[in-house]
């Protein structure tokens, strides 16, 4: 699948809203292998709701997802650590397996737990959510902090911040003087951090923009405020001319069916 630019608003970096990524090795161990494969880019996928009917533009249906496992597993992918992406991307690691790709989930809607966890049971796949604390145990729509600590305790899910309560931060600096602004995405991209380290024992060193938007300012703070790394949108995949503090991420709805999957793939291995 080719890459298409996207909308950029005035002053903003957009690269593409939330994806999935998942593998296994040609000898059927689930990322295991790390040969000195000479990797160019990773797609990392990005998902939000699961359930049996698309109701709305981010909601896979159970079906469309079992598709998407399958040809991750067809197409000999590797699923690997978020983390391990970004270590690879700081120079920190030189190599990664084969194929590799990484899953992430945003929003830590309860379907994640209700549907996705269960679908991946078995895989040994792991996964990256990005939370932002204030609706878990508070919106009907998403998880309470126990679900979120029993899929932490698998040891597959890593806890990332997606800042304290998902404001379009970019917008949020059109309405504020600098100062105001500069206070509000602080506590924002802190209190995050805080109130899952509070509630998990997390220790969150990633970050994923709402709404993947961002801006140059912006990717400072972030870096001020000690993440490693920050993941924007952008449908195409991590490679290690991108910036650390925007990488892309392939945004997964309903439409990516399964041939489309497995062309994204193959485009990615390919480059």
Request: proline content about 7%; glycine content about 6%; aromatic content about 8%.
């Amino acid at each position: 699948m080719p890459c298409r630019p996207t909308h950029t608003e005035p002053g903003a970096t957009r690269l593409s809203r939330r994806a999935f990524c998942a593998a296994l090795g040609a000898a059927g161990c689930c990322g295991a292998v790390h040969a000195e494969a000479a990797t160019t880019g990773v797609p990392v996928l990005v998902y939000h709701r699961f359930a049996r009917t698309a109701e709305d533009g981010m909601t896979v249906r159970l079906a469309t997802f079992e598709r998407h496992l399958q040809v991750l597993q067809d197409a000999r992918c590797q699923v690997v650590p978020l983390a391990d992406v970004v270590a690879w991307r700081r120079g920190e690691s030189k190599a990664l397996p084969p194929r590799a790709v990484a899953l992430s989930a945003d929003d830590a809607h309860r379907s994640q737990a209700e549907h996705m966890g269960p679908m991946l049971r078995g895989t040994g796949w792991p996964v990256t959510l990005f939370v932002y604390p204030s609706a878990v145990s508070n919106a009907d729509y998403a998880m309470r902090w126990e679900q979120l600590a029993e899929m932490q305790a698998t040891g597959l899910y890593r806890i990332e911040s997606h800042t304290y309560w998902h404001p379009h931060l970019p917008r949020e600096r059109r309405h504020l003087s600098p100062e105001a602004f500069e206070a509000f995405a602080t506590d924002q991209l802190v209190r995050s951090r805080q109130r899952l380290q509070e509630r998990l024992g997390a220790h969150p060193t990633l970050l994923a923009w709402p709404f993947g938007m961002t801006d140059e300012g912006l990717m400072a703070l972030a870096g001020r405020v000690g993440y490693a790394a920050s993941f924007s949108l952008g449908n195409r995949p991590v490679r290690r001319q991108d910036p650390l503090q925007a990488l892309p991420r392939h945004l997964v709805t309903d439409a990516m069916d399964g041939p489309r999957l497995a062309r994204l793939l193959d485009d990615a291995f390919a480059s």
